[in-house]
């Protein structure tokens, strides 16, 4: 009798995205008229940079000849790939990368949910509340949790809360933790890390030879030229941190799928009876196992995404999110809200007014002004009475929020 | 303390084809003047079809315009692709499927090593004996299974032999099974299953409750009109199988990545207690998790191969491979060698000369003919004494190798 993993029954039936979509594509069967604009789940809207259009088309064209024809690539991804993020993501910050620290994938959230098989099932998780779904279902269903308890944490999960009190930095675990998720420009709370807040971590990481999973997929939205993109800006950060980086938001790659995990050959988990063993070989194995690397052509695209030009026209599209970010902010400020986030992030996290509930502000806000936004409570117990707003709208669209909402003020 | 995944270090080092691709390389580092041919790693060599091509510059232009711009696309894959593929590959063989039954991915590989994770820890799983390898591999990492034994099998694993002996038809597993992974035309042999074997299997897992996951990457090879393409061909298999298959070796998308698994609505695993749980739902929650869906793009471009035009193409493309196949079979067993498979599947698999072992030969060929094959060995403890070859190489490589292996029989 095949039996089912019982883990996966501890989740709810819906992934919180998938449980939006479903919500609003109700609210459209009963409101077809009805415009709908979303600063809900934070995807992009901008075209490709045209310098990755010509790369991509480019590489088309090589795969419809045999002398130029690539069939499976290395499972680590592209040398020319893996080379070029070092030299533009790394090196300008004083970091230098071996070329198998870095192995490309097709999102950071694959990454994200898949790193954890590597580890074993007694380790203890801690993550920010709130926190993007993906670390804390992932290890629920491979069993490193208890039930879900009706705010919707799990039982064994170190909960960290980032609240406007604390500045939305959390401070480190009380609870002994091993595995610790970090995510900075935050999703959803658009607050950023100082290197001082990031050295804290990495001393304490190594003080209880536990990880830190790095999720700097906002890296490119950081404009602050002090706050650290990269975790191995700090000292002895290769020895306890993975980072994850992705061409989603960076180069609007979401609907094109390439992203890359750098595990630095000095990062050690451990035995059970606590001797060493190097971590990257063991992800090499498993995505040599598991996965079979990107589309040549789409590692072609993130390559010239990353080239001179490629790099000034992507740019030029972030700084467009980035001025909507600030529009709304000032905008929802202007109405009398409390907004964080938008600064160095695409999201602005906002206290829904008068005590509401996250959810019951999504449905007014859909209702009253036909606008998505994401629930906080979708991420975590201390998300409850935030929504976060993406800024990744056209800004057509985002003119037509601004409208709506200072209509519904008047 | 961050511990690891122990069941990892129960499998050596290097994935098979890893470990092929590391002693080729120093075979090129000995010998740089030698003009190595490939007839090992599966790996495709002829372009793209033109209609895909076509779609695929269409998609990327799409993607360079506000207007047409895909973001995240849907989890399972879009309907575009969806309705493409059972109008093609299912209903002329009477077989009906629901759209929401297909879940498009990024290879059938990482469907296969991804789908046990929605599975209990306590299933017994069964294997055809040779085997591709990654249906154990994955298995091991999930800790499905005990120690490595020297001869490369897993203590905990049902192995089912396939030799001459029994037509490489596993006969139904003695001890009980939960999970077994069959594969037609299966790769290495080269062997079909009848339909009335195939009705066996359907007939022992509805018995048994357990499922068959059904690999089908080969299913466009198959010439024999008699020969089942579909699982779903065989009565009730609906509530027992998950069928996976790709577009890597129909159209030639092994660097581009596209795959599809049907999940029927119908097909059932179980709680400890022996009641039914739907698995759709779980393997749909799985992805919508773990994985994001596949490039816009690859879509397209996987739709226009299932078109009349594409899918005319892509024939001629299988044509060839499968000419080559009938030349290699041809010429080895004028040498007096024993070769089985090459008719319905594009892998011949042939018995080495005089009782060599299957590494032995695979350097024996490296050394004297600088034609690379893949060691039956490698495959499971019953291949060893065969070697497969793969038929897709170019016309001019196949030419290469005849002239090669005759050279050396003279």
Same mark, same amino acid.
């Given at each position: ?5 019982e /883990?996966?029954l501890?989740?709810?039936?819906n992934?919180?995205?998938s449980?939006i ?8 069967t ?7 604009i979303?600063?809900?789940?934070g995807?992009?809207?901008?075209? #490709?940079?045209?310098?990755v259009?010509?790369?991509m ?7 419809s000849?045999q002398?130029t024809?690539?069939?499976y ?8 790939l893996?080379?070029?993020? %070092?030299?533009?993501?790394?090196? @300008?910050r004083g970091?230098? #990368?071996?070329?198998d620290?870095?192995?490309? *994938?097709d999102g ?12 074993g @099932?007694d380790?203890?998780?801690?993550v920010a ?10 290890n ?7 039930e879900?308890r ?5 039982e064994?999960? %170190? ?8 500045d ?17 420009p935050?999703?959803?709370?658009g ?11 990495i001393?304490?990481a190594?003080e /209880?030879r536990s990880?830190?999973l ?12 002090a706050?650290?993109?990269?975790i191995y800006e %700090? ?10 980086? *992705? ?10 799928r ?20 190097a ?5 090499f194995?498993?995505? *040599?196992t598991?996965f079979n690397?990107?589309?040549? %052509?789409?590692?072609?695209?993130a ?5 001179n ?18 529009r709304l902010c000032k ?5 009398g ?6 600064t160095?992030?695409?999201?602005i996290w ?6 509401? *509930? ?9 209702d009253k002004? /036909? ?7 979708g991420?975590?117990?201390? +998300? ?6 993406s800024a ?6 985002v003119? +037509?929020?601004?409208e709506?909402?200072?209509? #519904?003020a008047?």
């Open positions: 009798m095949a039996t089912i993993n /883990h996966f501890k989740l709810p039936a992934y919180l995205f449980e979509r479903k919500r609003v594509r109700d609210f459209r009963n409101h077809p008229e009805a415009h709908i979303s600063l809900g789940i995807d992009v809207t901008q075209p #490709l940079a045209p310098a259009v010509a790369a088309k480019r590489a088309v064209e090589e795969m000849k002398e024809f690539h069939g690539g290395p499972w680590e991804g592209y040398n020319f893996r080379e070029a993020i %070092i030299k533009r993501d790394f090196n @300008p970091v230098e #990368l071996d070329l620290e870095v192995f490309i *994938s950071s959230k694959c990454d994200l949910a898949n790193l954890q098989e590597v580890f @099932p380790n203890v998780v801690a509340d709130p926190v993007f779904p993906v670390y804390v279902d992932t629920v269903m491979a069993g490193r949790t208890g879900r009706e705010n919707g944490q799990y064994g999960i %170190i909960y960290m809360p980032c609240t406007p009190g604390n939305f930095t959390p401070e480190l675990p009380g609870t002994h933790a091993d595995l610790v998720y970090l995510c900075y935050n999703n959803p709370t607050a950023v890390a100082t290197k001082e807040a990031l050295e804290t971590w001393n304490h190594r /209880h990880i830190i790095f999720d700097a997929a906002y890296a490119a939205y950081i404009a602050d030229p706050i650290p993109q990269s %700090i000292e002895g950060a290769k020895e306890v941190a993975v980072e994850f980086r *992705s061409f989603s938001k960076s180069a609007g790659f979401t609907g094109i390439c992203a890359y995990t750098v595990v630095p050959k000095d990062l050690q988990a451990y035995h059970g009876d606590g001797s060493p063993v971590v990257n070989p063991l992800w194995r498993r995505q *040599s598991k690397s990107v589309s040549y %052509i789409t590692q072609r695209g390559a010239a995404a990353l080239g030009e490629g790099w000034k026209q992507c740019q030029q599209t972030i700084a467009t999110y980035m001025r909507s970010a600030d905008a929802f400020t202007n109405l809200y409390t907004v964080y986030g938008g160095d992030a695409p999201y906002m206290e829904t007014p008068d005590g509401q *509930s996250s959810w019951d502000f999504f449905h007014w806000l859909l002004a /036909h606008v998505v936004c994401t629930p906080g409570s991420f975590g117990a201390a +998300g409850e009475g935030f929504v976060r707003l990744f709208a056209t800004p057509a669209n003119d +037509g929020v601004l709506r909402i200072e209509e #519904l008047r």
